[in-house]
């Protein structure tokens, strides 16, 4: 399963970005995940969507502010992320497992993308 994430980059503290995961593999909708990581730190859960994209879940620290949804017909989940905050600058994963359920922990997805870099300056 090939997944690649984009839309990452250079953005000022208070900006917004849009990153979109691509799942170039399946053309059938999967629960998809959101994870970010910084050097020295383990990988954290962000955001979470079913396959049918009527459950979604959030990190505390990103509630309110991201909003991750799915496009079917590009088998794409976008995650826009918005009032940015320094403390946002990581790598940011997506993640998919074939299953009806979401889940948070990162342990329970079985296919990972190779990441793309979000960085916020104040």
């Known amino acids: 399963v090939q997944l690649e994430e984009s839309g990452g980059g250079l953005v000022q503290a208070g900006g917004s970005l849009r990153l979109t995961c691509t799942d170039r593999t399946r053309t059938y909708a999967v629960a998809v995940g959101w994870f970010r990581q910084v050097p020295g730190k383990e990988r954290e859960f962000v955001s979470g969507?079913?396959?049918?994209?009527?459950?979604?879940i959030y990190s505390d620290s990103v509630k309110g502010r991201f909003i991750i949804s799915r496009d079917d017909a590009k088998n794409t989940v976008n995650l826009q992320m918005n009032s940015l905050k320094p403390e946002d600058t990581a790598v940011y994963y997506c993640a998919s497992r074939e299953n009806v359920l979401i889940d948070q922990t990162e342990d329970w997805y079985t296919d990972w993308g190779q990441g793309t870099q979000v960085t916020v300056y104040s």
């Open positions: 969507i079913n396959y049918i994209g009527d459950t979604t």
